[in-house]
C-alpha cells in the first residue's frame, strides 16, 4: 500500500473537461489531464484492499462487477504513486493488451466497485490507466517485439475490433504468424468508426496498429470475407481461423413510414461521420449531414448519446433522444448495492452538450415512435410518439413497456437515428463459414470456450457473447487467443 492514509489525506479529483460550448467546435478528446504530481496523489487513494473488487470481473446480477481484464489494479496504483512509471506499466500490459483505448472508452468498471466508493468517492482509476499507458508511450517503454522464433502455424482473424486485435496481438507474441482481415478501409473495427474521435481519437488506434504491424501482424484492408474472400481459402491456407466480426445487425424500428427518406441507424451514421472526418476534415461532404435539420435520436445508451453529441458538432437545428425504459434513480436504491454495477441515470457528454446548447435534457423517457410521417417527396418531416407505461406480464412476471392510451404526440423530425442496439452476427459471414449460432444468432460454442461447430474456426468478442464493452471483448480476444494456441500447439504459455 503505498500511501496507507491516502484514501483520507485526500479527495478525488478528476481531470477537466472543456466547457460544452467550447469542445463542440470540434472533434477533439476534451479532457485535459492532472498533473503528474495530482495524478500520483489520486494514485494514492487506493487501499489496497485485501479482496480487491476493482479487479474481480464478477458477475453480480447480471453485470459485471470489476475489471474483466483483472488488471492489477492496486499493485500498479501504487507503483504510480511513488513515481515507478515503468514498473506500473509492466504490471498494466500484463493483463491489458490495449489500456489506452479502455483508459478512454471503457465505462470503469472498476471504480464502481472501488472500495473507497462504499462509503465515499472511488479511486478514479480510469484516469490512472491513461496516465500510466501515455507516459509509457512518451519514454519508449511500449515498443514493437517481434517473436524471436516463429512456430510455423498461420492464423486468420476476422474483423480488427477489439476482440480481434487482442487474438492477433497475443497470438503474434507467441509466434504464429497472423494476417488480420479488415471490411472497411480502416484497422479498428468499432473502435475506429463506432466510436466518435472525441472519444477516441483515431490517432490513438493508428498508433497501435503500427506497433503490431512492426511485431509482424499482417492487416489486409477491404476484404470482406465471405463475400470478396471466401471462407474455404481461409480454411485451406490457414492452420485457425478466428471470426471476431462484432455483433453488426442494428434492431430496426418496425412503424409505419419507416421508408421515409431521413432515417438512418446510429452506425451508419457515425461511421458516415468519422470516415469523412479521417478523409477530408469534411471537404468531401460524404456523410450525413444533420445541419439545421431536428434531430431525434431513438434509443439511449453510448451510442445515442454519441449521436447526441455529434449532430451538435454537425450543427443541428434541435437534437432530442427518445428512450423505452423510465429515468433510472439518481442515486443507488436498497436493491442495487455495492459493488454490483450502479443502475443510477448517467448525464454523458452529449446530453451535458445539449443541455448548454438548447437548455434542457434531450431525453424524453417511456416513450416510442408509432410513424414516421413523410412529405409528398417521400422525406422525414415529423415522428408520432407514444408514451408507455411499465406493466406486469401476467404470464411470464416479466415487466413489459405498454402504450398509454390517448398519449400520442408529434415531433419535428428531418432526420432520425437508430440507435436501438444490435441483434447479433452477421449471417453472410456464419453461412459462409458454416459455423451454428444461438437463438440470437451469436457464434455457438461450448460454455466458456470459444472454438466453433466446425473444426478449427474459433469466435470472440461481440460476436460471440453479443453486444458489450470494448473491454470485455479484450476479454475475449485474450481467451479465444489462448485456446487456439493450445489447439496449434498442444499446449499454451500465453498468460
Known amino acids: 500500500m503505498g500511501k496507507p492514509t491516502g484514501f483520507t489525506d485526500y479527495e478525488r479529483e478528476d481531470c477537466k473537461a472543456l466547457t460544452p460550448k467550447t469542445r463542440i467546435k470540434n472533434f477533439k478528446e476534451f479532457h485535459e489531464p492532472l498533473s503528474p504530481e495530482k495524478q500520483r ?18 458477475l453480480l446480477k447480471g453485470m459485471v462487477s470489476g475489471c474483466p481484464l483483472n488488471n492489477l489494479i492496486p499493485e500498479w496504483n501504487e ?10 506499466y509492466q504490471r498494466l500490459a500484463k493483463t491489458s493488451n490495449f489500456p489506452e483505448f479502455t483508459s478512454r472508452v471503457c465505462p470503469a468498471l472498476c471504480e464502481k466497485a472501488c472500495t473507497c466508493g462504499l462509503n465515499g468517492d472511488a479511486v478514479c482509476t480510469k484516469e490512472n490507466e ?14 514493437a517485439e517481434p517473436p524471436k522464433v516463429r512456430t510455423g502455424k498461420k492464423v486468420a482473424v476476422i474483423g480488427s475490433g477489439p476482440s480481434g486485435l487482442a487474438a492477433a ?21 468499432l473502435l475506429m468508426y463506432g466510436i466518435p474521435n472525441m472519444k477516441l481519437e483515431k490517432w490513438v488506434i493508428d498508433r497501435r496498429i503500427r506497433l503490431m504491424e512492426q511485431a509482424g501482424v499482417v492487416f489486409l484492408t477491404n476484404k470482406d470475407v465471405g463475400r470478396d474472400v471466401k471462407a474455404q481459402t481461409l ?17 430496426d424500428i418496425k412503424a409505419d413510414g419507416r421508408d421515409a427518406q431521413g432515417i438512418y441507424f446510429a452506425v451508419d451514421y457515425l461511421k458516415s461521420v468519422t470516415k469523412s472526418l479521417l478523409d477530408s476534415d469534411f471537404k468531401d461532404g460524404s456523410y450525413i449531414s444533420p445541419k439545421d435539420k431536428n434531430v431525434v435520436v431513438i434509443g439511449g445508451g453510448d451510442t445515442g448519446n454519441d449521436c447526441v453529441g455529434t449532430s451538435i458538432r454537425l450543427g443541428c437545428k434541435s437534437v432530442t433522444q427518445l428512450e423505452m425504459m423510465p429515468k433510472l434513480p439518481d442515486e443507488r436504491t436498497a436493491e442495487n448495492p455495492w459493488p454490483q454495477w450502479p443502475m443510477v441515470c448517467k448525464t454523458d457528454y452529449g446530453q451535458e452538450e445539449a443541455i448548454a446548447l438548447f437548455g434542457h435534457d434531450p431525453r424524453i423517457y417511456q416513450t416510442t415512435v408509432k410513424e414516421f410521417v413523410k412529405d409528398k417527396e417521400g422525406r422525414l418531416t415529423k415522428l408520432k410518439c407514444v408514451k408507455l407505461e411499465p ?9 413489459v413497456m405498454t402504450e398509454v392510451s390517448g398519449s400520442e404526440y408529434e415531433l419535428p423530425c428531418e432526420l432520425a437515428l437508430i440507435a436501438a442496439g444490435f441483434l447479433g452476427s452477421q449471417k453472410y459471414v456464419t453461412d459462409a463459414f458454416g459455423v451454428e449460432v444461438d437463438e440470437r444468432t451469436n457464434v455457438k460454442t461450448e460454455k466458456d470456450c470459444f472454438a466453433t461447430s466446425v473444426p478449427k474456426v474459433f469466435t470472440a468478442g461481440d460476436m460471440h457473447i453479443g453486444q458489450s464493452l470494448v473491454v470485455r471483448a479484450i476479454r475475449q480476444g485474450r481467451d479465444a487467443a489462448r485456446e487456439v494456441d493450445e489447439f496449434l500447439m498442444g499446449y499454451t504459455n500465453l498468460e
Open 235 to 251: 480454411l485451406k491456407n490457414y492452420d485457425a481461423v478466428v471470426l471476431a466480426c462484432g455483433s453488426a445487425n442494428p434492431r
Open 79 to 88: 507503483l504510480l504513486y511513488v513515481g515507478n512509471y515503468k514498473g506500473a
Open 130 to 143: 491513461k496516465t500510466i499507458i501515455e507516459y509509457a508511450f512518451e519514454h519508449g517503454y511500449v515498443s
Open 41 to 58: 496523489e489520486q494514485a494514492a487513494r487506493c487501499m489496497d484492499c485485501g479482496v480487491p473488487f476493482c479487479q474481480s470481473g464478477k
Open 169 to 189: 496481438d497475443l497470438l503474434n507474441r507467441r509466434g504464429h504468424e497472423v494476417t488480420v482481415y479488415e471490411r472497411s478501409d480502416r484497422p479498428g473495427g
Open 391 to 399: 406493466k406486469r406480464d401476467g404470464k411470464t412476471g416479466r415487466t
